[in-house]
């Protein structure tokens, strides 16, 4: 247990390590003089003169691996640098558009969690059964839709024509529906389709038979017994998918107009504001590693007598 | 159910092919003739699909819409394929610590959300096929490596392959006439799932203008050209959308009939 955990810990420093090095290199790679942008303003061009000396001001004429950590050092210290296009500071711009993305992704989360697993529950009962083969068919097609295009068609649907759910801003819950249904729709169907052969993988164990040897109810048995070891593997996919929502929203948030992080990094990308686009792709990186280690910590502390196997150093 | 579903995805993906290919024979108009008199004409008999906000025929269009994104999508996973199933060969097959040293890389490219991932990176780079290619394959090559590792691993414990290495042969011999031939099942069901989704990115990146760029007549594009008038003229998102719909469907139908057929039941593989 205890080494397990300091192999743990090790990989996630890694990771971190990696994906800070990959957001930074977005930044060198980028195309333009750093220096040049952070200055440009609507209607104005600084001078060479200007340029150099902001270039040294942001230490551009350092070597790029002490750029890297003095880069890293300031992230550390919650500075992500100004934005090259409003001039704020990106910190800033993420606290204010972050709980915007967080609650679609909490409500997608919900609706993922809830629909998946019952869709998933319901087919493993009935394997093989028509409704299986329904849910199957269900699954597939909603795995298979543009998220964009469903959106577009949702207000179309119940915007245009029935007139019964707003089509954008960022308001309560009505605001939310259609964006968070159609950026839940794709893990949705995943999270049905491993739920189910979650539940059908414990059928084959020796507790199952002999529980419904017992005759105990169907209750008993699905949701008492099964459920509870058929679940853990879905828990380490929600984990995940709560990290890919964070970093997925981008689509939605443009076509609603939410103003998440997503919608502006979108927006980043046209204007060069590359410090943003930096910050959001660490930002969600992170989010992704922290929640999938909480979700693997969560599962040990459910059920510790599950082999700490599938790891990254089996 | 699933060998009549499969076959008919076959029949319509060649379909799909076919018309991308012939795209200049089949299609009546030059997908990018703005015919100013009849711009949104609405169906009409000159025009079956009706034209978009710039009078071009939008027929023609949906015939010429997927060929881009398809050869993109196809070309961005094998490249994929090859780097991540390279990888996960040599991670599973050599082991120790050159086995570490990749999967903490590919632990690393798996932890960055693949939108926000291919979003940054195909922004970074600027618009143009050969960038977009470059976007996904550095955003996805990494799923490949770690499920063909773990079947290499499972493959690697058979004792005849114990045996062979026994016997003197070389790695690369066995690596290419016993890992790969007996791991090509997943990897083909592994390639068909992956350029599903590949699709479903690049549509996505071509509607948020990332991707495919206008002029080009491309399913997502259209969508994206129709975002001020669809609301009026739903048709000029409704058959873009379903073609990406159907094609993509197709892929992922394709998938699990050959899942069935090579009698996979890996849940890894989704």
Known sequence: MKEYIIEKVKSIFIVLVGISLLSFLLGVVSPGDPAELSLSKYGYSPTPQEIEARRVEMGLDKPIHIQYINWVKNILKGDFGKSFSTKENVTDMIIRKAPVTFKLAMYSIVITSVFGISLGVIAGINKNKPIDNLIKLITNILFSLPTFWLALLFILIFSEKLGILPTSGDGGFKYMIMPAVSLSLITMSTTAMVMRSSMIQEFGKQYYTFAKAKGISKYDLYIKNVLPNAILPVLTILGNFFGSILGGSAVVETIFALSGIGSYAVESVFSKDFPYLQAYVLLTGLAFVLVTSLVDILIIIINPKIRLKGDIYE | ?270
Not at chain 2, 73 to 89: K, Q, Y
Not at chain 2, 115 to 136: E, H
Not at chain 2, 147 to 158: G, T
Request: aromatic share 10%.
């Open chain 2, 1 to 270: 159910m699933n060998k009549i579903l499969g076959k008919l995805s076959i029949i319509v993906l060649i379909i799909i092919l076919l018309v991308s290919i012939f795209a200049n024979i089949i299609s009546p108009y030059d997908p990018n003739f703005q015919d100013k008199e009849n711009r949104l004409s609405g169906f009409t008999q000159e025009h079956k699909l009706g034209t978009d906000p710039l009078g071009r025929d939008m027929l023609s269009r949906v015939i010429y819409g997927g060929r881009s994104s398809i050869l993109i999508g196809v070309l961005a996973t094998l490249v994929s394929m090859t780097i991540g199933s390279g990888m996960g060969i040599i991670s599973g097959y050599f082991g120790g610590r050159l086995d570490k040293f990749i999967t903490s890389i590919t632990n690393i490219f798996q932890a960055l959300p693949q939108m926000a991932f291919t979003i940054a990176i195909a922004g970074v780079l600027g618009p143009g096929i050969k960038n977009l290619i470059l976007a996904l394959v550095i955003s996805s090559w990494a799923g490949f490596s770690r499920i063909v590792r773990a079947e290499v691993l499972k493959v690697k414990e058979e004792p005849y392959i114990e045996a062979m290495v026994y016997l003197g042969s070389s790695d690369l011999s066995i690596i290419l006439f016993h890992i790969i031939p007996n791991i090509m099942p997943n990897i083909i069901i592994l390639l068909t799932t992956r350029i599903g989704r590949s699709l479903l990115s690049i549509a996505a990146l071509s509607f948020l203008g990332l991707g495919v760029q206008p002029p080009n007549p491309d399913w997502s594009v259209m969508i994206n050209d129709a975002r001020l008038y669809y609301r009026s003229y739903p048709y000029l998102i409704v058959v873009p959308g379903f073609s990406i719909f159907i094609t993509i469907l197709s892929i992922n139908t394709l998938g699990d009939y050959l899942r069935d057929i090579f009698d996979i039941r890996s849940e890894e593989i989704i």
